[in-house]
């Protein structure tokens, strides 16, 4: 098993060549911050009886999201988020906790009138950015890792996109990609330029959105990166060759990393001809954190509480669907201001179409656990759940298998 986190994309901005739908709009911020917490267990077996051994699960979870988009500028998000950690040891019965594990995370990305503004900066337990799964570490090397370090991307330029004949611009990328001196640490920027529709349906965009929220980028016809680990700069695609007075090296007794003056780029991707409602995309994207992939050993699915433990933990207002993903029974917890609120839970395909209520009740102030919600009769696929509480709605995302 592997892991680094270039391989998602959590803060990022789109640049499009037109304007659609809610969902597929013409400029977008993205910007979201995480933290980690672990898990022991000291005879080896979880809650359920599974054996999962003793060395440590690291759970990661969100923080905070922030989404903006519209059809003109600025569009700006913003995540900045501090606090601390808590860790459990399961000896026998008995939870043990430890707190006072500090995290930070800062990711804000901005389209203004220019271009794009990004910038990210993390240290202690924090990532800008949310890592799908939770993890089992190899004890030994994860307690070797330096967490004393941080991770920091700014980033500015003037002008940059794409034209749907293939011309791609960068006028004057400025800013730093830099990561604590010899920690392990790691901070990426990069560019993707992608092949979409203008008569996508908003659900479908939405989809493609929540892929590139992973790092997934469907059809893709180009990219750039610039990526910063421990003692090693990694320049691909678009920046494969930067050098000069564009490009250089930062080495200094705190940091390590990158400095980039004014880079101007121009290319003509060799392409086919777009066809009729098709254009190309630019995508802008900086993440960064405690790089942990040295120390991974395997993926896991998380024990049931011990995710409801981490994510009160983390924020007290937090709701959270569990199992997901989920093949008969969903549990769902959460936190109401009020007594008697009302609550119901529809499902709706990726197209928009409703599938059914499958539940309504009411909710006591403060925390609720509803219970072993039946969706067996719901279809095996990617859903979108309206949650409504009181006349407050969210949306959250359910895999059926």
């Not at 290319?267 to 120390?295: C, N, Q, R, Y």
């Not at 049931?304 to 093949?327: F, G, H, W």
Request: with cysteine; hydrophobic share 35%; net charge negative.
């Amino acid at each position: 098993m592997f892991i680094q986190f270039q391989s998602f994309g959590h803060a990022w901005t789109v640049h499009r060549n037109w304007c659609g739908g809610f969902f597929h709009q013409k400029f977008q911020a993205f910007a979201e911050t995480s933290a980690y917490g672990l898990t022991t267990y000291q005879s080896g077996y979880d809650e359920t009886g599974r054996y999962v051994g003793t060395n440590p699960i690291l759970h990661w979870y969100t923080i905070c999201d922030h989404s903006d988009k519209g059809c003109s500028r600025p569009r700006v998000a913003d995540c900045n988020n501090s606090g601390y950690m808590t860790d459990y040891l399961y000896s026998g019965p008995y939870i043990i906790t430890f707190g006072g594990h500090y995290y930070n995370a800062h990711a804000r990305e901005s389209y203004q009138t220019s271009g794009p503004h990004e910038t990210e900066t993390t240290f202690g337990r924090g990532h800008a950015g949310v890592v799908v799964g939770d993890y089992v570490v190899d004890s030994a090397i994860f307690s070797k890792l330096d967490t004393t370090g941080f991770s920091n991307t700014d980033i500015t330029s003037d002008s940059m996109g794409v034209s749907d004949a293939g011309q791609i611009t960068i006028q004057n990328l400025n800013g730093n990609i830099t990561i604590g001196n010899a920690t392990d640490y790691c901070s990426k920027y990069e560019v993707v330029i992608i092949k979409e529709r203008d008569d996508i349906s908003d659900a479908e965009a939405e989809r493609i959105d929540s892929l590139m929220n992973l790092g997934i980028f469907e059809n893709a016809v180009d990219s750039g990166e610039i990526y910063v680990s421990k003692g090693s700069i990694v320049k691909s695609g678009l920046f494969a060759h930067l050098s000069g007075t564009q490009y250089s090296e930062i080495r200094t007794a705190d940091s390590f990393g990158v400095n980039l003056h004014n880079v101007s780029l121009s290319k003509t991707l060799s392409m086919a001809p777009l066809s009729t409602h098709e254009h190309l995309s630019f995508v802008t994207i900086v993440d960064g954190g405690f790089d942990i992939s040295s120390a991974v050993i395997s993926q896991i699915e998380p024990p049931v509480e011990t995710m409801m433990d981490r994510t009160i933990a983390v924020n007290n207002k937090q709701d959270i669907l569990y199992p997901n993903p989920v093949s008969k029974y969903l549990n769902y917890k959460v936190y109401s201001e009020s007594d008697k609120a009302p609550i119901s839970i529809k499902a709706f395909d990726l197209l928009g179409r409703e599938i059914g209520q499958i539940y309504s009740g009411t909710l006591q102030k403060g925390y609720n656990t509803i219970e072993n919600i039946n969706v067996y009769n719901l279809p095996k696929n990617v859903l979108m759940l309206q949650i409504n509480i009181d006349g407050k709605i969210s949306n959250r995302k359910l895999f059926i298998k």
